[in-house]
């Protein structure tokens, strides 16, 4: 598991969840970023994260993304969450 932050252009990662307060997590959960989502790193340059979930591509800046917490396998509980 580690920050969103340090992954590479390419990636595919799931979200295991958040570092931040109540305020950064609702922000994220209006994203629609949630535990077990399946999201890919499209532009990991300086500047902002570029990633794609469930079809939208959102841009995440390098703070924020560092509060994200991510891994390259799911493991999640939720009833077929991690299928594609």
């Known amino acids: 598991m580690c920050p969103l932050s340090q992954c590479k252009s ?27 989502e399946e999201i890919e790193v499209i532009s990991s340059n300086c500047g902002p994260l570029v990633i794609q979930s469930k079809g939208v591509k959102l841009a995440i800046g390098c703070g ?21």
């Open 10 to 36: 390419g990636d595919t990662v799931f979200v295991k969840g958040f570092t931040g307060g109540g305020r950064l997590r609702g922000k994220l959960h209006a994203m629609g970023l949630m535990p077990g």
């Open 64 to 84: 924020m993304a560092e509060n994200i917490l991510v891994s390259c396998e799911c493991s999640c509980t939720r009833a077929n969450c991690c299928e594609a």
